[in-house]
């Protein structure tokens, strides 16, 4: 522990976040930089509790306290090692992990925790801009190839691992930008683009091939890809997003969020998109039926764009500011979350179901909905839902925008050509090595787990890649991650 008494000298002091009027009229990064004695200063909060919860907090099992002494000596090189040792990608979990290890800090328990997300983020950008992250080619090649299908967080720290492990990686994906949703659904302001093209250099100079436009299932057979490689790894994300089935839902201004936030994403990357085609939020009045966070990054979007008003409506009740006797630490916290989208403005409601849309010639105009209420227990134990009587309201609007989750991946094309067996969500089904009931086809993040985040996706990679290495050479010294993380 680098300072004893650290946590009680200094309070949490995160990175100060840009003024809202001006953030409002650009797409940059929220968070301005944070001078360096003031990172050290944080580092220097961790108490280097005896059980380090924080590490059962992290899916990837980040040795926290350990990072966070060195970067309070100021020796960001070896804060760097530490950290890499467990992530391939701290420069992104840096930036948009919603941070459970935090939840499950011990500071927490009665004070603010250590800020260890952006402390992570300050380790991994000092060293990129301190030449200290270099590609590292494997010194040997064993000859054998390895499909990767989604460039995904998941689908790159697989593709990175199974690299290093000396095998000749190809990374197959269908849109024109490598990066999954890093690249095409986070919008810029919460993760700049140059922050992933400087990592996607480095695995290209490491020698992992990048090919895209390539919808395998369509463009290319998938027995193609069976017979030219030795494993494939499908890390092809959970793309079907759940859909509002209700009266009016085919007229014009009602679009599926990832719609949206893909096409601003590909108008931030210099395309051209015809006024027809454009979705945009300027000078209208914005419903967004969702309350998590792709509806956050629709919000902040909106806002960008010069939204009049923007509503965010949630199904779901209002969660507490606090958390519940059956919620305790270090358990992730089901209370209220703000991202700072929020801190720009909308209007958030909840216990909101949306039963029609209405619209002038063809384009919508106003969102009929009633109130519900989640107060009793229905037959399965679980909070049931029923309207309100006469609580039902109208709200004027020009743009809906639906972020209301996903379902699980694409069936058609890669995953029925393949004939993998499905889970009863309809996820992918993989054993402990990550491998599907496809001898040699492995898969791992959200097409396997379900719609979740950047850090589990990232762990999950690496969990593949150990599967595959162990596949291919009936042995890997190749590191999973923690199997300790409680969420
Ligand atoms: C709008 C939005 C905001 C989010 N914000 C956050 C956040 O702030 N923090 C966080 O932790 N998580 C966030 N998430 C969740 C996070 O992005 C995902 O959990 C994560 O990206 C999953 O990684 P993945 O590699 O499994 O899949 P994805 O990132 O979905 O990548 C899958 C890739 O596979 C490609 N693909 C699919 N089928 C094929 C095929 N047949 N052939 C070739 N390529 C194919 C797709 O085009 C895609 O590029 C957000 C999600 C969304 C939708
Ligand atoms: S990856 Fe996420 S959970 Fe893990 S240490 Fe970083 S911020 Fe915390």
Redesign the pocket.
């Known amino acids: 522990m680098g300072k004893p008494d650290g946590f009680m000298d200094s309070g949490r002091k995160p990175p100060e976040r840009r003024p809202v009027a001006d953030r409002k009229t650009d797409y940059l990064e929220v968070y301005r930089s944070w001078p360096e004695d003031h990172s050290r200063e944080q580092g220097g909060r961790c108490m280097d509790c005896s059980v380090p919860f924080?590490h059962m907090?992290?899916?990837?099992g980040?040795v926290?306290p350990e990072f966070n002494h060195q970067v309070y000596l100021g020796d960001w090189a070896k804060a760097l090692e530490i950290l890499l040792s467990t992530?391939n990608f701290?420069e992104f979990?840096?930036r948009i992990?919603p941070?459970?290890?935090?939840a499950s800090c011990v500071l927490s328990i009665n004070s603010d925790p250590v800020t260890?997300?952006y402390i992570?983020k300050e380790i991994a950008d000092r060293g990129f801009e301190l030449g200290l992250i270099k590609p590292q080619p494997p010194k040997y090649r064993t000859g054998k190839k390895v499909a990767v299908v989604g460039s995904g967080p998941s689908g790159l720290a697989a593709a990175q691992q199974l690299n290093r492990a000396g095998h000749c990686v190809t990374v197959f994906e269908r849109d024109e930008f490598i990066g999954g949703l890093l690249a095409l659904g986070i919008p810029d302001f919460k993760l700049e683009k140059h922050v992933l093209r400087r990592r996607l250099d480095q695995m290209a100079d490491e020698g992992i091939i990048f090919q895209t436009n390539t919808n395998v299932g369509v463009d290319l057979a998938t027995t193609e890809l069976l017979k030219e490689f030795d494993a494939v790894c499908v890390t092809c994300g959970s793309t079907e997003a759940r859909d509002l089935e209700v009266p009016g839902r085919e007229l014009d201004g009602i679009h599926l969020a990832m719609e949206y936030l893909t096409q601003q994403n590909r108008v931030l990357a210099g395309q051209i998109v015809s006024p027809e085609d454009r979705i945009t939020a300027e000078g209208k009045r914005v419903v967004i039926l969702g309350g998590g966070d792709t509806g956050a990054d629709c919000l902040g979007t909106a806002h960008r764009q010069g939204a009049e008003v923007v509503y965010q409506l949630e199904l779901l009740p209002e969660p507490p500011d606090q958390r519940d006797t059956n919620n305790p630490w270090p358990e992730w916290p089901t209370t209220m979350r703000s991202s700072p989208a929020h801190e720009e403005g909308g209007v958030r409601d909840y216990n909101v179901l949306t039963k029609s849309f209405t619209g002038i010639d063809g384009i919508v105009n106003e969102l009929h909905a009633v109130r519900v209420d989640w107060s009793t227990v229905g037959d399965n134990g679980r909070p049931a839902m029923n309207e309100v009587p006469d609580s039902g309201f109208e709200l004027k609007i020009d743009l809906v925008l639906l972020a209301m989750g996903f379902l699980h991946p694409r069936h058609s094309g890669l995953v029925e050509e393949l004939g993998i067996e499905l889970d009863p969500r309809g996820n992918i089904k993989v054993d402990q090595d990550k491998m599907t009931s496809v001898p040699g086809v492995f898969a791992a993040g959200d097409a396997a787990r379900g719609q979740s985040l950047v850090?589990w996706a990232i762990a999950e990679g690496r969990d593949l890649a150990q599967g595959v290495d162990r596949y291919l050479m009936g042995r890997t010294s190749l590191p999973s991650s923690s199997q300790a993380a409680t969420h």
């Open positions: 924080c907090g992290c899916p990837l980040n926290i992530n701290p979990t840096g992990c941070a459970p290890c935090e260890i997300e992570e850090v």
